[in-house]
């Protein structure tokens, strides 16, 4: 098990922007990274991946353009820079790992996910 640790939630205003941060036990090449949302009272969705071993990234159209996923090997830490914030954007993020070894496109369904962060709440008021 893959343990995760997610910071950088908080609250700001409309248009504002945050980085949240989730620092990985451990990583392997063929692990894809992701980060999935719940706003209050709705399910889990995907957000953004990444691929550790080629860096290909994914996003959900919701946060194209506005949301970029980034990795740093040197400390098994995985970024979500978020800018253009919405209210809709409000839940709470988390990190997962999917820790079989792909070689497709990073899987959108929570359940494919193997280890989980905690959580870190993101408000947007407007």
């Known amino acids: 098990q893959v343990q995760l640790i997610e910071s950088g939630g908080g609250q700001v205003q409309t248009g504002g922007s945050l980085r949240l941060s989730c620092a990985a036990s451990?990583?392997?090449?063929?692990?894809?990274m992701a980060w999935f949302r719940q706003p209050p009272g709705k399910e889990r969705t995907f957000v953004s991946a990444?691929?550790?071993?080629?860096?290909?990234?994914y996003y959900d159209d919701s946060v194209q353009g506005r949301f970029t996923i980034s990795r740093e090997a040197a400390s098994n830490t995985v970024y979500l820079q978020m800018s253009s914030l919405k209210p809709d954007d409000t839940a709470v993020y988390y990190c997962?790992?999917?820790?079989?070894?792909?070689?497709?496109?990073?899987?959108?369904?929570?359940?494919?996910?193997?280890?989980w962060g905690q959580g870190t709440q993101v408000t947007v008021s407007s």
């Open positions: 997962a790992v999917d820790r079989k070894d792909r070689n497709a496109p990073a899987d959108r369904r929570a359940d494919e996910y193997d280890d």
């Open positions: 990444i691929h550790w071993r080629n860096n290909k990234k």
């Open positions: 451990d990583t392997r090449s063929n692990w894809i």
